[in-house]
């Protein structure tokens, strides 16, 4: 298990440093820089300076190992567009709202996924089953900002139960709640019920029975443990996904959040705050699959670190 892990760090390691150079370049590809927006009309000698301050008037390599050692020392510098902050300040008044309704979108949606999973798969072929598939594609293929529109159209216009938009009161987060457990819970649904069905049709399943073990006992101890190693291994990378905030949901509900960070640091070419967003996001990815490698394995004694049984 040691070296699995340090190979994984290895990789970890390595992606990282690809990522941060694939979207280094890819940021300094596009058109434009961060003063050159018409809302902001500077002169070419006012640009110049303030290009030489912040170090883009230099090359690209420079540019990039100045940065990557400013994130060895936790230093991701300050965002163009609010220069008497720091990155990290200001992301992490930013990831609270993100991380709030996101997170507890996934928490709730995916026991209810699960839940629904395997009561379609223990009633394979039956109204259950057929409405629980139905409820779970249509979760997965309509978009999430109509989610968010149908949410609000019901509740806060028609029935005028909750407000459609906000942060501050706890009131203001039941919608997106709602909307951001929508694909956790149809993502969920599917996988439980298709491990399900799966494991039912092994055959230590048919020696349990003939042993006379309950089904209750059969379902929850043997069945359900041994379909959760891919609901595991979906729930950590899902809920990194959830909980840094979705572009769609926060414009949606007007929530303060990460979203609406990723579209301003690309619209303004802010290149430190949209390069930490996108490191950010990376390190934690590689994380999440890395906990979920670990856990696997612990769930199943059968596998070794080398992948062979």
């Known amino acids: 298990m040691t070296l699995f892990i340090l190979r994984r760090l290895v ?10 150079i ?7 590809a596009i058109p434009g820089g961060p003063f050159d927006g018409n809302d902001m009309p500077l002169s070419d000698a006012v640009r110049a300076k303030l290009m030489a301050r912040l170090g883009l008037d230099q090359p690209l390599h420079v540019q990039y190992l100045n940065y990557m050692w400013g994130v060895l020392h936790f230093d991701f510098g300050v965002p163009y567009q609010s220069p008497g902050d720091t990155i990290i300040g200001l992301l992490s008044r930013a990831w609270v709202p993100s991380l709030v309704l996101g997170g507890a979108g996934v928490l709730i949606g995916a026991p209810l996924g699960v839940l629904l999973g395997m009561a379609a798969a223990l009633n394979r072929n039956t109204w259950i089953d057929y409405l629980a598939s139905t409820f779970a594609t249509l979760g997965l293929t309509i978009p999430v900002f109509v989610i968010s529109l149908m949410l609000i159209l019901v509740f806060a216009v028609w029935l005028n139960w909750l407000p ?12 997106p709640i709602i909307a951001y457990a929508a694909i956790p819970l149809a993502t969920y649904a599917r996988y439980t019920r298709s491990a399900m069905l799966d494991t039912l049709n092994r055959p230590f399943v048919t020696v349990l029975r003939a042993k ?4 209750r006992r059969i379902i929850f101890q043997h069945v359900l443990r041994n379909s959760a190693i891919p609901l595991v291994t979906v729930f950590l990378p899902m809920f990194i996904g959830t909980a840094t905030g979705s572009i769609f949901v926060e414009a949606m509900f007007r929530v303060p959040g990460l979203g609406a960070y990723f579209v301003s ?8 705050l949209e390069m930490a967003l996108m490191l950010m996001i990376t ?3 590689c994380l999440a699959y890395l906990f979920s490698d670990i856990v696997y394995a612990l769930l199943n004694p059968r596998i070794r670190a080398g992948g062979k049984p």
């Open 11 to 20: 990789s970890i390691a390595v992606t990282f440093i690809v990522v941060s």
């Open 22 to 28: 694939i979207i280094f370049m890819m940021m300094h």
């Open 283 to 285: 390190m934690m990815y």
């Open 164 to 175: 459609a938009s906000g942060w501050g009161k706890p009131e203001r987060w039941i919608l």
């Open 212 to 215: 006379g073990l309950s089904e």
């Open 265 to 272: 640091s690309i619209e303004k070419r802010d290149y430190p």
